[in-house]
């Protein structure tokens, strides 16, 4: 069976002969006028999404044209080394485009990072700052009780009882919130722990095959974590699905996750689509697997259930000797 392949997009060819002329001017001597064209070329060629495999197919075509020209070894010397700097100043544009988007991913990898940490403080403020004002009330409660009637004591007591259900509900936000167990065990645990949780609640069976050991750095973990998360919430609350299946595994030093449930599905094309026409949690999906160098696809139809795929790149001096529980 033949596989159809995506054919890469030729520069048209208006755009090569002006790059041909304006490398040529250059050459023979533009100056930095031709220098400048070569510039705007350059942001013209950005703008039209041409790759970087096509316009160095585009320059190693014109200086060829211009080498065949000339027979003098001396001015190929020349032509070669002003063609150079012709080419630098033409990828200046995608070099600045590179900076930026190397600067708006620290930006997003600062900002999980600042919000993990209010996260993690929110968490153990619910933990341990509600669990206490709770053991207070629990005391003031027991002060009172024996000075009260037994039909009031009786009240007291099913209040008693509401109050170990509010902790319990805490504390298991809590853990959700920020699981100590990802700090200390890694994700896998902490998304069985997660997926144990809902599954409970929802009456919905999770079902998880992580073929990974090795513990990964932590803005990964998390990474993996919170996706997992978010994308267990949508499969309850907007899914309405009947099964979940998560599914890790590595591959030639890649880490590949998947989440896939069989709920109600959705146009999947619309979360390829603008911002503005994407959910909160699929952009933020989106923008924490970019920020930790991976890619994340999202596959759905309605009726059809969705799945999930992240695939990231690994570094060997990345894994250590800590092993997760599978």
């Not at 600042?114 to 409660?141: C, F, M, N, P, S």
């Not at 504390?171 to 599954?199: C, K, N, Q, V």
């Not at 990964?220 to 599914?247: C, D, F, G, P, S």
């Amino acid at each position: 069976m033949k596989v159809a392949t995506r054919r890469k997009p030729k520069p048209q060819a208006g755009f090569v002969d002006e790059y041909c002329a304006s490398l040529r001017e250059y050459v023979d001597g533009g100056g930095e006028v031709a220098l400048g064209r070569a510039y705007e070329l350059g942001r013209r060629a950005l703008s039209d999404q041409k790759t970087l495999v096509e316009l160095v197919t585009l320059h190693h075509q014109a200086v060829l044209s211009l080498l065949g020209g000339t027979n003098s070894e001396k001015r190929r010397e020349v032509l070669l080394g002003a063609s150079a700097e012709y080419f630098a100043e033409f990828l200046s544009p995608y070099e600045m485009a590179h900076r930026g988007f190397q600067d708006a991913l620290n930006a997003m990898r600062n900002l999980n990072q600042t919000l993990e940490a209010e996260i993690k403080r929110i968490a153990y403020a619910v933990h341990d700052e509600a669990g206490q004002l709770l053991v207070a009330v629990h005391l003031a409660l027991a002060e009172v009780v024996p000075e009260l009637p037994e039909a009031q004591q009786v009240q007291v007591a099913r209040i008693k009882e509401l109050l170990n259900q509010v902790e319990k509900h805490l504390r298991r936000y809590s853990h959700e919130l920020r699981p100590t167990m990802l700090d200390d065990l890694g994700w896998i645990p902490a998304i069985r722990f997660l997926a144990e949780g809902i599954s409970k609640r929802a009456s919905l069976p999770i079902h998880i095959d992580a073929a990974v050991s090795e513990r990964l750095p932590g803005p990964m973990e998390t990474t993996l974590y919170r996706i997992v998360q978010e994308a267990l919430t949508n499969a309850v609350k907007h899914a309405k699905a009947t099964n979940v299946w998560i599914n890790a595994w590595k591959k030639n030093h890649m880490l590949y996750c998947s989440i896939r449930d069989d709920g109600r599905g959705f146009d999947s094309s619309g979360a390829h689509a603008a911002p503005a026409q994407k959910g909160l949690g699929l952009i933020a999906m989106h923008e924490r697997v970019t920020a930790i160098g991976g890619t994340l696809h999202i596959e759905s139809r309605p009726g059809r259930g969705a799945e999930i795929s992240i695939r990231l790149p690994l570094e060997v001096d990345h894994a250590n000797s800590h092993r997760t529980r599978r």
